[in-house]
């Protein structure tokens, strides 16, 4: 085992060691030429912790999927949306209405209370970083996120980039090992609430600004990839 490290737990099966590395805030593997071991963020430790480190259990889940290790940006949640009734863009013929319905919380009814994530033409009034954080904090609470998306072309919202509204609903880890947040589109009839569908994958733009992304089964018609451009406060959250 490496020096300076603490091994704070061994998992059930003989086979995995659990430790904290100081604040380390994500999960890594460490061959110590013995056996798997896995560094946790100790909020996840304690996670594991109280569930005793149950393989069947979801949390377990957010740090092993499939046998193998999971390099996460956050934890898995399915959908927050699950069991509610689905609202679409032609029941009041607008996209934000159509959300703001979908969603769990209240809404703020003014765009300033938004975090911009991408506009090419401004990037210094940009965070993406704390665009994700909230996505992140309010789906572990439970609660949808309204969020504008680009689809091509310019509009009159307060971020020009920003064509449609959605509700981005659960997130989690794919088969490939990638991130993702899944969404909610009222204007998709037939894949709106599809989330195998519906899911945003990080990338980067050609001049290098990250972005979270969908270009499969986009709603809005003309458009052929969805680029998240803004999220909404949820009034009760924020």
Not at 163 to 180: I, P
Request: overall charge negative; glycine content about 10%; proline content about 3%.
């Amino acid at each position: 085992m490496r020096s300076g490290v603490l091994i704070m737990a061994v998992d059930p099966d003989g086979n995995t060691d659990f430790f904290i590395d100081g604040d380390y805030s994500s999960h890594t593997y460490v061959d110590d030429g013995d056996h798997q071991v896995i560094q946790l963020s100790k909020e996840n430790f304690q996670r594991l912790s109280d569930i005793n480190f149950d393989p069947s259990a979801e949390d377990y889940q957010c740090v092993i999927e499939s046998g193998k290790m999971r390099d996460d940006l956050f934890p898995t949640v399915n959908n927050v949306l699950s069991g509610s009734q689905y609202v679409p863009y032609g029941k009041h013929h607008d996209c934000l209405l159509s959300s703001k319905e979908q969603n769990t919380s209240d809404i703020s009814k003014y765009a300033s209370k938004r975090i911009d994530m991408y506009n090419p033409n401004d990037n210094s009034l940009l965070d993406f970083s704390a665009g994700q954080e909230y996505l992140v904090s309010q789906l572990l609470k439970g609660e949808s996120v309204i969020t504008g998306v680009r689809t091509g072309g310019k509009h009159g919202n307060a971020n020009g980039e920003t064509g449609h509204f959605l509700n981005v609903c659960g997130m989690g880890f794919d088969s490939k090992g990638r991130n993702y947040f899944s969404y909610y589109d009222n204007a998709n009839y037939k894949t709106g609430t599809n989330l195998e569908d519906n899911r945003f994958y990080l990338s980067l733009t050609s001049n290098g600004i990250p972005v979270w992304y969908d270009n499969t089964n986009v709603g809005v018609g003309g458009a052929t990839q969805y680029i998240v451009t803004e999220v909404r406060y949820n009034l009760s959250k924020k």
